[in-house]
């Protein structure tokens, strides 16, 4: 080996810390897993000085409209096989809800096109008692924005990436654990498993 070719690999630069968010080093899972950590470490940060903030304030609403804050993980699976589909689509989320009916949430993910993609929404949540007292039906509506480049179309109304969605589910929750099958439209449907993070 010559003693240039030893100089030049002594000399290869170290690689820039934020590669390590490079959609080419890191799965899709991880990214969004390492997302939803950050929020949950905020998120419960920010509820347990708030909650010490209503018991000073002899129980004045600090956080406003919301009476509990819900985060949640779900695994989704498809209706069918397809040659574009690149991933198991993996997200987090955080849900604030109001009166045990209004919902206002963010959730993050990768769409089955390994693309990172977010669900910004508002919703309604019904209880169901002549199943059970602890079955829900929830109604959530918003903006979905991540399916870019050839997979614009995959959504319907995309316009650079963000497109308007429905999405129904149907739920158990008792205390603060709740599981929730979600209806993709035609793509799949996706398991969620949730806990109250944080309750008035």
């Known amino acids: 080996m010559r003693k240039s070719d030893v100089t030049n690999e002594k000399m290869k630069p170290c690689p820039e810390p ?3 968010f490079d959609g080419d080093s890191v799965q899709p899972f991880f990214r969004v897993l390492l997302f939803g950590l950050l929020i949950a470490v905020g998120q ?7 909650k ?16 509990s804050v819900y985060m949640q993980v779900g695994m989704g699976t498809h209706w069918g096989d397809s040659d574009d589909y690149q991933s198991t689509p993996v997200l987090v989320g955080v849900e604030g809800s109001h009166d045990d009916r209004h919902l206002v949430g963010v959730s993050l993910f990768n769409n089955s096109f390994d693309q990172f993609s977010q669900y910004f929404y ?6 169901l008692p002549f199943i059970s007292e602890s079955v829900q039906f929830k109604l959530t509506g918003g903006l979905i924005h991540g399916y870019v480049d050839e997979y614009e179309d995959k959504l319907a109304y995309n316009h650079n990436g963000w497109a308007p969605v429905l999405i129904p589910s149907l739920g158990w929750k008792r205390d603060k654990l709740g599981v929730d099958l979600a209806i993709l439209g035609n793509s799949g449907v996706m398991l969620l498993i949730g806990y109250d993070i944080w309750n008035r």
Not at 44 to 50: I, L, N, R, W
Not at 52 to 63: D, I, P, Y
């Open 18 to 20: 934020f590669d390590f």
């Open 122 to 127: 508002y919703g309604y949540k019904w209880r």
């Open 52 to 67: 010490a903030s209503v018991r000073e304030a002899g129980g004045s609403k600090v956080l406003g409209w919301f009476d």
């Open 44 to 50: 419960t940060c920010a509820a347990a000085d708030e």
